[in-house]
């Protein structure tokens, strides 16, 4: 059973949620806006949170941010804009998932436990510290430096350059990063690997180049030549 909370202006969506995950035996608790999200979350722990990117008194994104200053619960977004600048800067400030309205309610609950499991899951660790030229990664703290400074990524991104680097010089389909990294099947496009991907090289800087674009493949993390 997960300890869910679902936070939306409408109450309908609140309901459609709460109906699939009771069904599903989860525990439900319910906001109307951001302000009272953020309340909630410093009085109580959830597994995951379900929120709404327009909302009155605190957007979604603004509450994330809030939420992201003392908790790292996953938080999956609920949009009725699928652009690509709300899905950057959603991930960007910690978003761990992101599904455009109207949805599916089970997928959405597919979804869910996908990110639980995934967060829940404690692999083996292949290696404690992964260095290249002046690019440090410690796994045991999850902390990346380049040029010895302190590199901030969002936890997807982070998920994203320990499973590549893990498989380094191994070439990775779209389809095997959204299983591994993102734990479910997914219906749909191929933005959600690439604007991750985007970010990351991003915040890598010069070594986002070690993160070499397959033409009709995918990715692969690239250190030897």
Known sequence: MYRILVVDDEQNIRNIVKKYAVFEGHEITEAENGMEAVKICRE???????MDVMMPELDGFSACREIRKFSSTPILMLSARGEEYDRIHGFEIGVDDYVVKPFSPRELMMRVDAILKRSRRTAQKQEDVFEYEKLHV????HTVRVDDKKISLSPKEYELLKYMIENRNIALSREKLIMDVWGYDFYGDDRT????????????????RLIVTLRGVGYRFETER
Request: net charge negative; hydrophobic share 50%; glycine share 8%.
């Open 44 to 50: 109580a722990e959830f597994d995951i949170i379900i």
């Open 138 to 141: 410690n796994f045991a703290a």
């Open 193 to 208: 690997v690439d604007t991750h991907i985007k970010l990351l090289r991003k915040n890598l800087g010069e070594y986002g």
